[in-house]
DNA sequence: AAACAAAACTAACAGGTGTTAGTACAATTA
DNA sequence: TAATTGTACTAACACCTGTTAGTTTTGTTT
């Protein structure tokens, strides 16, 4: 046994992760046995350990997977030399906010859970987390200069954009009354729209 | 021995919240033990419970006394006749970035940890939060009726407001930087500036 | 059919959980 | 001084925690 069953519903760890993830999101990390998320997998709790090293690994990977990904898109944003200073940080929240609508217990565990991660991960992703607030200041700072951005304080904006898409968080449970698209249209008017000068 | 020690640092009791508050709010809910909170006030974890019923409890508390708080003060912002809604949304955003900067142990358990709450209080919060968020929604709308607010969606920018202030978490962590003042002048600019007509 | 490897199982571990019962001490009140 | 009250203590409980060791089942490959 082994192939056929990983290429049918991707592999059994992949299956793992997801399920950590949203247990993870919905109890927490401390609350989450690994008796909950082997139920949840159809397997005794024993038998995870066939996959995964431990139940700090899978934190670990969510949170540097997620991490990685927010990076990688802002290095590309960073190296498009065809968009002014408040098109990238349009770009960026637009980025955030198809994260939080779609990838949204993965995200949501990266926010919430990282400071269960062990040394020395945890001071790891805080740190990975300050240099990516920084780059986001630096491109404000830079749309000021060039006077494509209103005088502003780099950092309170930063901190405010970055914390504002949580709120779709909330959103998820009464998707009803709003899609995602609007949502997304009207995050962007309020948050950057005004800071256009 | 009782109301000298009483009047002197506050009731026993209300350290006891204080020190769970600060610690749900660093280590979690789940993660704190009674064992820690007994060490932390002083004493022996069985010692707890001539103050308190429970550990629950404690978390019912710190929820609704900050829910009190919000609710509150957004009754006294409706019932002022004095101010228009774009005014109204700004004392109210004011007010919560005052809790986050002044109360952030207690806000953020609230904002984190109120998912522990044993039914029927955890329903009852939801309820009251979804409560909170429609009225907010409401002085939204009757400010564009008014024309005095641009139309968004009330939705929206009301899960954006609640959201935006959270990052006041990261802001604790590095005050040098900049000072309680000019976060909150920062935070109104950005986040209620760009919503007048 | 035999061999192999992946992944499931049962049983158990050492330590931690919130909480209760019963008791002792120390300070205030009668 | 005697009684009372508030608050601390020790010991213990039933249960839950992540994880391991060793074994068996399962499906595939030779």
Redesign the interface.
Known sequence: MAKLTNRKNGSRKEMISLAAARLFRE?????TGMRDLAGDVGVEAASLYNHIRSKSELLQEICFRVANDFTAQLQEVENDNTMSSIEKLEAIVRFHVTMWVNRLDEVMVTN?ES??LEEPYNATFLNERRIY?RRLEQIIEEGITKGQIRK??P???V??L??????????HRTKK??SAA??EE??I???V???KK
């Open positions: 109890k927490g990390f401390a609350s919430n400071k269960y607030v502003v304080q950092y309170s904006v901190l405010t970055l914390s504002a898409v949580r709120g779709i968080e909330f959103w009354n709003i609007e949502l009207s995050m008017i309020h948050l729209e005004g800071l």
